[in-house]
């Protein structure tokens, strides 16, 4: 999911790819600097109303708390593993911190 410049909601970019069996997927996206306000990522597998996602928290790239910032990078499966409930009951297997010098709007690479 991206938010777009201007958006003030969440919006979803489905490229029309009819066959994808194997391969790498690599996006560059960019968040910004506002504490819960901005996610940048990926959604894939999608079929109906259920999609992997992974995204990044960049506002948590450069977190002094150490648990914020293990929070910074979330896979998910939505709707039956949303990040809620991975937290909850998987905590730290599906979220990580990113272990670089990226500030909270810096351009990174994201391959799958």
């Not at 690599?26 to 940048?40: I, K, M, N, P, T």
């Amino acid at each position: 999911m991206f938010t777009f410049p201007g958006s003030k909601e969440d919006e979803v970019v489905w490229l029309p790819v009819d066959e994808f069996a194997d391969g790498t997927i690599e996006v560059r996206a960019r968040g910004r600097d506002v504490l819960q306000g901005s996610l940048a990522g990926i959604v894939f597998h999608g079929a109906d109303k259920s999609y992997d996602n992974i995204y990044a928290r960049s506002f948590n790239f450069v977190a002094a708390d150490p648990v914020r910032k293990s929070h910074a990078v979330q896979h998910a499966f939505v709707p039956e593993f949303d990040w809620q409930r991975l937290r909850k009951e998987r905590n730290g297997v599906y979220e990580s911190s990113i272990e670089n010098t990226l500030e909270s709007a810096d351009w990174f690479n994201c391959p799958l």
